[in-house]
Nanobody, 113 residues
Framework: QVQLVESGGGLVQAGGSLRLSCAASGRTFSAFRLGWFRQAPGKEREFVAAIAWSGGWTSYVDSMKGRFTISRDNAKNTMYLQMNSLKPEDTAVYFC??????WGQGTQVTVSS
């Protein structure tokens, strides 16, 4: 089993930045492909970004390329999502996942205009 705990969410003005963290415990962290998803009120959960266990491969949804950066530190069992130039439409609950099987409880990100 893997337990995932997100942190770093909050309220920020448009154009601001936040750094989300996802701390993992349980099974070997480095064995998983990790990712971030988000869910806005009334909308389905959507993919944000993913990263391979080595960190050598990353993937982003087009609308977030250049603004969001995913990274991981296997020694710390932690994954990050650096979010810059935030927009009101980025407001959502952000979830981290390991292999799309294990999920955290989510952290709220609210971007005010």
């Amino acid at each position: 089993q893997v337990q995932l705990v997100e942190s770093g969410g909050g309220l920020v003005q448009a154009g601001g930045s936040l750094r989300l963290s996802c701390a993992a415990s349980g099974r070997t962290f480095s064995a998983f492909r990790l990712g971030w998803f988000r869910q806005a009120p009334g909308k389905e959960r959507e993919f944000v970004a993913a990263i391979a266990w080595s960190g050598g491969w990353t993937s982003y949804v087009d609308s977030m390329k250049g603004r969001f950066t995913i990274s991981r530190d296997n020694a710390k069992n932690t994954m990050y999502l650096q979010m810059n130039s935030l927009k009101p439409e980025d407001t959502a609950v952000y979830f981290c996942t390991a292999d799309s099987v294990h999920w955290g409880q989510g952290t709220q990100v609210t971007v005010s205009s």
